[in-house]
């Protein structure tokens, strides 16, 4: 079979067509998948002497509830994710001392640090203020026909606690935390001390 010059042309055109469009495709489906990384959440980081540092975008922490309860023991996973409340005077943490930093369970985030814990009475780990707001994100809580709100964190929403407003100056906040959804670092000046 014999193909015209003019033929020829629009085969070109059309193979030329089709290759652009190939192309345009792969990039459009790479944007796509950048796009789908998923939600992100500004947060702060500790830097290495272990204050917060600047403001980053980092992506949420977002696992399947069988991935959840892989990780967490059932107590950990029955607060963090469950939003229960641990018995009061029974969490690890309520009359914890030692200097550190408190960092959720669900996904090692900075939270609370021990300049900020003080005796509430109350037989949970209290404290007047997050190492960082932007780690903590507060949530209007109706649950037991009560109003109160709810303390999350903001990289993975795990469940940690309520806020109050009867905490010490300067905040006038007590941030009463479940020691069930924190895990404690012992700060390194500490250790260099022993």
Request: with cysteine; glycine share 8%; proline share 6%.
């Amino acid at each position: 079979m014999r193909i015209s010059n003019p033929m020829k042309r629009l085969l070109s055109c059309g193979l030329l067509i089709a290759v652009t469009s190939l192309a345009a495709d792969k990039e459009q489906g790479s944007k796509k998948t950048s796009m789908n990384k998923g939600p992100t959440v500004q947060v702060r980081l500790l830097d290495k002497d272990g204050h917060p540092g600047e403001l980053v975008t980092t992506e949420k922490v977002i696992k399947t509830d069988a991935e959840w309860r892989k990780q967490l023991t059932g107590k950990q996973y029955q607060i963090a994710r469950g939003k229960g409340t641990e018995p009061a005077f029974c969490g690890a943490f309520y009359d914890h001392k030692k200097p550190g930093i408190y960092t959720c369970v669900c996904c090692d985030l900075p939270l609370f640090s021990s300049n900020a814990k003080f005796d509430s009475g109350t037989g949970w780990p209290s404290f007047f203020t997050p190492i960082a707001k932007e780690n903590v994100i507060n949530k209007a809580d109706y649950a037991y026909g009560m109003r109160r709100v709810e303390i999350l964190c903001a990289r993975c929403d795990g469940h940690l606690g309520h806020v109050f407003e009867d905490g010490p100056p300067p905040t006038n906040l007590r941030y009463c935390l479940n020691s069930e959804s924190l895990k404690f670092t012992e700060s390194k000046q500490q250790e260099k001390q022993k």
